[in-house]
């Protein structure tokens, strides 16, 4: 019997790491990619490697998911982090009035964290607020997302995973109420070519609809972009959150020799065509000088908007929107070979895979156990030697 | 897949395309072109040596063509190019071994020992 | 804030075709970069312009192309620093890589030289805050930090983003297919002061000694002008000729 091929469609973290995964278990894989790697949701990501605390208190499970995954990427890609902890910093009473719940959320949650003085945060941080009232220390790292999914497909490349990049899914091919295989249209050189599989994943992040359209069936994901504003110069080593509710620009996220204030939430029918509301830039400085005063000084270095997938759980209550992830096999909706991963983080796109992984490896009678806990990644470099193009 | 590149002469053509480009880049070709003018130049004064060989005559009727005006002027030319490619030389040398902040600064002031000295000498080439 | 109307005329090229330029025009925000306008150009009006970015912020180091031929970063670049809509932008692809379509270039060759220093991405982060890659002038001054009681050290990733653009602007790339390149060089020198191993730094500096390393570079400076990161390639190069020639003549005096 010879080796199922399994499509991935989307070059993001989800599909990344997935084909890491499918490729070390043994199936031969190709990756789909309608741009660059990572020119979606994933590339202008925050670049935040959770720790988990900015959900113990609102969302527990996503806030174990995210400490589980935490420690899992410091083992496998442990070059390509900057791993300073994080800080949640209470500014107003308000704040502060929230810090034991954090605290013992974050034991609920088994995430590490420890009660800072102020004195010695403010060492830390020389740009921190000095009208902290508390900090609270976590760990949080920084990582930078297009090396992140480079990383996953070199290996899985050297797994013999093919990825094909500049193409776009233009039909997906049914046999009866099974999809059989897709059409894609090769931008660069107009070709159009059939190819078969023997099952298709729609890692399309907010284009997933689109995509599983194409075989007739619906996933719940509403597109949803958020704009980050990144600064001319570094000022804090540690990532910066504050300590609330989660909310507009309550995240300061330290990378090289720029800090990135994030993040906003609206609505978009079109992933593809996004417009930045003016005030939502205002907004990020406002909230950036909560957190360290000195912001509004620092010259603007790039802004940058893109739709996230979320799931919207329950279709009548829009607001009830999960960062968790979800697993769609639609054979479940009449269509068979075809599954749609959607929703989570860049911080968890690992156990994303291994969840679809895992289901598509029943669904095509593959045993095989799951190894990407442990198996350091390759090289980023080596994604773009060896013949690809 | 095909991959355009480059034809191997319009490539070689680049290095003296300083178009959109800073002051090291004209220090870069100046220093190529006055090189290769300097190995031409090294090889015809071999040659016009190699007429010593024969005879006086010989060497007579080269120094009465070298005397005339428009040879005058390449010798102009050629100075240009050995302070051009020497001065150049020393921004080398001390960009390499000593530091490389000030490489333009040192480039420019440089040059304007280039052109006075030039001046001087060709002042004295044809005044006499 | 108001809105632009700004002209791109874009290298086009398939496999098969003739190279030419497409002429677009879009209407971006003032207060948008480059990068927002190619986006706009393929979104609205031509889904087979292919071009590479990801994060729009200068870390993924994908986007680099030349704007009216100089070597830059779209995703930073504002409108006003090249004519403010008053001029059509010219983009082209960067220089001495092989075009893979439109603005796409194969990486391939710039990420077996940056394979060969294996440069880690990743160093020690300094013992000041801010850093910044551009002259903040007197907007911010320094300021020591202090470690958490955790860490024996604060970490950041290194300056060098492998764009590719010191690549492009530099002239003996053009003319030197082998050559390393300022990127390359500067990963070996990196990669040099992150090591103690005496093996290790032999062969890194064999390899910025060889045929192809720090000797082809005359001194033209471009990588350095064009770097959008503060790398400072060609300073990194002398340096090493510096090491190299020391390390030399130590070995001479000695044997």
Redesign the interface.
């Known amino acids: 019997m010879s080796t199922p091929h399994v499509i991935v469609i989307g070059a993001g973290s989800t599909g990344s790491a997935t084909a890491h995964d499918l490729a070390l278990r043994g199936l031969r894989v190709t990756v789909i990619e309608r741009?660059?790697?990572?020119?979606g949701t994933?590339?202008?990501?925050h670049?935040l490697l959770h720790s988990g605390g900015r959900y113990c208190i609102t969302d527990q499970e996503s806030a174990i998911e995210c400490i589980d995954e935490n420690m899992v990427l410091r083992k496998i890609m442990p070059?390509?982090?900057?791993?300073?902890?994080g800080l949640f910093v209470a500014i107003t009473e308000e704040d502060l009035s929230f810090k034991e719940r954090f605290l013992k959320a974050c034991a609920d949650c088994h995430i590490p964290a420890?009660d800072?003085p102020v004195k010695?945060a403010l060492?830390?941080?020389?740009?921190l607020n000095p009208r902290t009232l508390a900090a609270i220390?976590i760990p949080d790292g920084v990582f930078?997302?297009?090396?992140f999914c480079l990383a996953f497909l070199a290996t899985a490349r050297l797994h013999g995973a093919v990825v094909r990049r500049?193409e776009?899914v233009t039909e997906i091919i049914s046999t009866g109420k099974s999809v059989t295989g897709v059409k894609v249209r090769d931008?660069?050189?107009?070709k159009i070519e059939t190819l078969g599989a023997d099952l298709v994943i729609n890692a399309a992040g907010p284009w997933a609809e689109d995509v599983a359209a194409m075989a007739g069936v619906r996933v719940p994901v509403q597109p949803t972009p958020g704009v980050?504003v990144?600064l001319?110069?570094?000022?804090?080593?540690?990532v910066l959150n504050r300590l609330n509710k989660p909310s507009d620009g309550d995240i300061v996220v330290?990378?090289?020799?720029?800090c990135?204030i994030g993040t906003t939430s609206w609505k978009v029918k079109d992933p593809?065509?996004i417009t930045?509301p003016?005030d939502h830039?205002e907004k990020m400085i406002i909230q950036g000088e909560q957190l360290m005063p000195?912001v509004r000084?620092?010259?603007m270095?790039?802004?940058?908007a893109?739709a996230r997938p979320l799931i919207v759980k329950d279709a009548t209550d829009e607001r009830n929107v999960s960062r968790t992830f979800e697993c769609f096999d639609h054979v479940y909706d009449g269509v068979d070979g075809f599954v749609t991963i959607s929703g989570g983080k860049t911080t968890t796109a690992r156990a994303m895979a291994e969840r679809v992984t895992d289901i598509v490896c029943n669904k095509l009678g593959i045993e095989a156990e799951c190894r990407t806990r442990e198996v350091p990644l390759a090289?980023y470099?080596?994604?773009?030697?060896?013949g690809?193009? | 897949?095909a991959?355009l590149e480059q034809p191997k002469v319009r490539r070689a053509g680049r290095w003296f395309d300083v178009r959109h480009r800073k002051l090291g880049m004209w220090a870069y070709a100046l220093n190529r072109i006055t090189g290769i003018g300097l190995v031409v130049y090294l090889y015809l004064h071999l040659v016009v040596l190699s007429t010593l060989t024969r005879g006086p005559g010989a060497w007579d009727a080269f120094v009465s063509l070298a005397r005339q005006p428009y040879f005058l002027v390449l010798d102009v030319i050629l100075l240009a190019g050995i302070l051009i490619h020497g001065l150049n030389g020393l921004r080398l040398a001390h960009t390499s071994f000593i530091e490389a902040k000030r490489q333009k600064v040192l480039f420019s002031a440089l040059m304007l020992v280039a052109v006075v000295a030039l001046s001087a000498a060709a002042l004295k080439i044809f005044g006499g | 804030?108001k809105l632009l109307d700004i002209t791109l005329e874009i290298f086009r090229y398939?496999?098969?075709q003739q190279p030419h330029y497409d002429t677009f025009t879009v209407q971006v925000?003032d207060?948008?970069?480059v990068i927002d306008a190619i986006d706009k150009v393929w979104?609205?009006q031509d889904?087979?312009l292919?071009?590479?970015?990801?994060?729009?912020?200068?870390?993924?180091g994908?986007c680099a192309l030349r704007i009216n031929g100089v070597e830059k970063l779209p995703?930073?670049t504002r409108f006003s620093e090249v004519g403010d809509g008053k001029i059509p932008l010219r983009l082209d692809p960067l220089r001495n890589f092989p075009i893979?379509?439109d603005l796409?270039v194969?990486?391939?060759g710039?990420?077996?030289r940056?394979?060969a220093s294996?440069m880690?991405?990743?160093r020690d982060?300094e013992s000041t805050?801010?850093?910044?890659?551009?002259d903040?002038g007197s907007?911010?001054q320094p300021?020591?930090?202090?470690?958490?009681d955790?860490?024996s050290h604060?970490?950041?990733?290194?300056?060098c983003?492998e764009c590719g653009i010191c690549m492009s602007a530099c002239p003996t790339m053009a003319v030197d297919n082998k050559f390393m390149g300022p990127a390359g060089l500067a990963a070996i020198y990196c990669a040099l002061q992150k090591t103690d191993d005496p093996d290790e730094k032999a062969h890194l500096m064999a390899l910025a000694n060889g045929e192809h390393g720090i000797w082809r570079c005359h001194s033209a400076f471009e990588c350095t002008e064009a770097c959008p990161?503060?790398v400072d390639p060609a300073g990194k190069i002398m340096a090493l000729r510096r090491e190299i020639t020391a390390n030399r003549l130590m070995k001479t005096r000695r044997g």
Request: hydrophobic residues 35%; charged residues 20%; contains cysteine.
């Open positions: 741009g660059e790697v990572a020119s994933t590339g202008r990501n670049c070059d390509l982090l900057e791993l300073n902890d420890r800072i010695h060492e830390m941080e020389p740009f220390q930078e997302p297009f090396r500049y776009l931008y660069r050189t107009g980050m990144t001319d110069c570094r000022l804090n080593n540690m330290p990378q090289r020799a720029t990135t593809d065509k930045i003016p830039i000195i000084k620092i010259p270095r790039a802004r940058m893109v090289s470099r080596l994604f773009y030697q060896g690809q193009q | 897949m991959t | 804030m398939k496999p098969g925000e207060t948008a970069h979104a609205e889904h087979t292919t071009f590479r970015r990801a994060c729009h912020h200068s870390s993924c994908s995703c930073i893979v379509s796409v194969d990486v391939s710039f990420f077996q940056m394979s294996d880690s991405i990743t982060a805050l801010p850093l910044s890659v551009d903040l907007i911010v300021k020591a930090v202090q470690l958490p955790n860490l604060f970490n950041r990733f290194e300056n983003i990161q503060a």
